[in-house]
C-alpha cells in the first residue's frame, strides 16, 4: 500500500536532485537531520540522489535547544564540520538548523566547491507544493528579473497594512542573493521563491511589524509584534504574550547584534502558505520577512555581522519602493514588467 504523498513526494524530490541541485554521477552528496526531521523526505532524496549516481550519506543528530550558533554546544561540531568539508553538496533538514553554525562556518572556510540549500523543517506537504508542482523555469525568469532591480537601486522602503514602515540603504558589496531553483554551482542558496537583500548595515529606520509568523521563537503569531528601528537596531517592542516572549529570548544571549537587523527577503512562491515552518512562511507570494542577529561575510563582505543567533519574522502584504519607483501594492506587483509575469505564475 502506498504511503502518504509518496508518490508525490519521490517526484518532487528527484526535481530538487536533477533540476535545481543537478547532481552528477560520483558527487557526495550529505544530507543532515536531526531527531524532529521528516524521515520520509530523507529517505526520498537519498534514493533520488542513489537513483542519479550520486554517493548520498545522511547524518542524523539529536535536536539542539537552539539554532545557528546557539546549537553548537550540543552539536558534534569538529565531526559534522569534517564531514562538511569533504562534501559536494550539503542538503539541510535540519528542524532547528545548522545554517550560521560553527559546522557552517568551518564547512565554507575549508570547502570551496560546496552547493548548499537550505530547507529546513521540510515535510511531503510542503516539498510538493513548493518544489514539485511549481513551474520552476517561468518563476526563475520572473525572479531574476526582479533581483536585477534591487541589484540596481541604492535605496528601498517598505510598508505593510499592519504598520511597517521602514526605509534604509543598499550596500553594493553586499550580496542580493536569488534563489530561483538553480543551485548547480558553489553557494548558499535556499528553497525556491525568495530574493535575499542585506541592507547597508546601520541604515534602517523606522517601525517593523511581524504580523505573520516569528521563528524563533514564536511559530505563527496571534497578534502583530511592533519594533522601534533606529539605525538597525530594535529600540522597543510591544504587543502582546509573544512580543514578551521574543523580547526575553532577545535577552537571553545577552549579546547587543542580537538586536540588529541582518536582511530583508521577498517571498515569492506560487505554493507557499503561512504554516508557522518558516522556510515556507518566508516564501509567502507578496510578503517580505526581516532577519535579525547574525549575517554571514558570506553575504555580507569582508566580515559579515557577528551574533550568537539569528531569528525570522514575516511581514504579510508588503509595498515596496525601489529608489522612488512601486513595485509591490499590498502583496501584489503592479509594476508593468513584473505584474505580467505574476499573472502566469499564479494562474498555475
Known sequence: MAKFYEFELQKASDRLIKEILKVQIGETVLITADTLSDERVVNSTASSVHAVGGKPMVVWTATPSGVGKAADAELPVEALGAALAKTDVWIEYNKQWLLYSTPFEIAYENNKKLRYINLVEMNPDLMIRNIGNVEIILLAEFMKKFADMNKKAKKMKIKTPSGTDLSFELEPR??????????????????????????????????????????????????????????????????????????????????????????????????AKLTGNIVEDERVWGSTEWGIGYVSPYDAPPEGQDAKSHCDGICLNSS??????????????IHPELKEYEEKILKR
Open 174 to 271: 553586499h550580496l542580493i542573493s536569488c534563489d530561483a531553483g538553480d543551485a548547480s554551482t558553489p553557494g548558499i542558496f535556499m528553497m525556491p521563491g525568495q530574493i535575499n537583500v542585506v541592507p547597508r548595515f546601520n541604515t534602517v529606520n523606522g517601525t517593523l511589524v511581524y504580523d505573520g509568523s516569528l521563528v524563533p521563537p514564536c511559530g505563527l503569531l496571534e497578534q502583530p509584534i511592533k519594533m522601534t528601528i533606529v539605525n538597525s537596531t530594535i529600540t522597543n517592542i510591544e504587543g502582546g504574550r509573544q512580543a514578551e516572549e521574543f523580547e526575553i529570548w532577545l535577552k537571553s544571549f545577552d549579546d547587543p547584534n542580537m538586536y540588529k537587523l541582518a536582511h530583508i527577503a521577498y517571498g515569492l512562491n506560487p505554493g
Open 320 to 333: 515596496v519602493w525601489l529608489d522612488d519607483v512601486q513595485v509591490l501594492e499590498n502583496g501584489k506587483f
